[in-house]
């Protein structure tokens, strides 16, 4: 109907408007972690995953130190797509660049994870925990790599 019609060109209309603002931002201050990271949220609302990833790496390759959503999303993002070998790539290039980045040590670790990979997750669990002790949460899955590697001492440890 010509409301449905309507709804729907005004829906493209809000998504281009604020796609336009984000980018006017950006071309004054292209490092601009927070704009990126908006512009991720926006595509990623919209359903456009691959712009989204691209928007969030431009924030995390601008300053690691500042991008920790972008860090979190991306990683979500990775994981939905089962991209997990890209995401090894990325994060282990930030780490590269940033080591001990604690926002990245857990997004290696969780690509670890969904790559199979479960020595990779363990050493990646291992820095971040060493940072972020209390994380109950990254204990709970080390623990449970090192019962999958046949390792269930290592986990009380």
């Given at each position: 109907?010509?409301?449905?019609?309507?709804?729907?060109?005004?829906?493209?209309?809000?998504?281009?408007?604020?796609?336009?603002?984000?980018?006017?931002?950006?071309?004054?201050?292209?490092?601009?972690?927070?704009?990126?990271?908006?512009?991720?949220?926006?595509?990623?609302?919209?359903?456009?995953?691959?712009?989204?990833?691209?928007a969030y790496q431009a924030a995390v390759t601008s300053d690691p130190s500042q991008a920790g959503q972008?860090?979190?999303?991306?990683?979500?993002?990775?994981?939905?797509?089962?991209?997990?070998?890209?995401?090894?790539?990325?994060?282990?290039?930030?780490?590269?660049?940033?080591?001990?980045?604690?926002?990245?040590?857990?997004?290696?670790?969780?690509?670890?994870?969904?790559?199979?990979?479960?020595?990779?997750?363990?050493?990646?669990?291992?820095?971040?925990?060493?940072?972020?002790?209390?994380?109950?949460?990254?204990?709970?899955?080390?623990g449970n790599l090192f019962t999958q590697v046949g390792q269930p001492e290592q986990a009380l440890a």
């Open positions: 109907s010509a409301d449905v019609a309507s709804s729907v060109a005004t829906d493209a209309d809000r998504f281009e408007l604020a796609r336009s603002e984000l980018q006017k931002i950006l071309d004054g201050q292209p490092d601009n972690v927070a704009a990126q990271t908006a512009l991720g949220d926006l595509y990623t609302a919209y359903g456009r995953n691959d712009d989204a990833i691209g972008a860090i979190a999303r991306l990683s979500a993002l990775y994981r939905s797509a089962n991209r997990s070998e890209e995401a090894l790539t990325f994060f282990r290039q930030v780490l590269r660049d940033k080591p001990g980045n604690v926002a990245a040590l857990r997004a290696l670790a969780d690509a670890a994870v969904a790559a199979d990979q479960p020595q990779t997750a363990i050493e990646a669990f291992d820095l971040f925990l060493a940072q972020s002790r209390d994380n109950v949460d990254a204990l709970v899955a080390q």
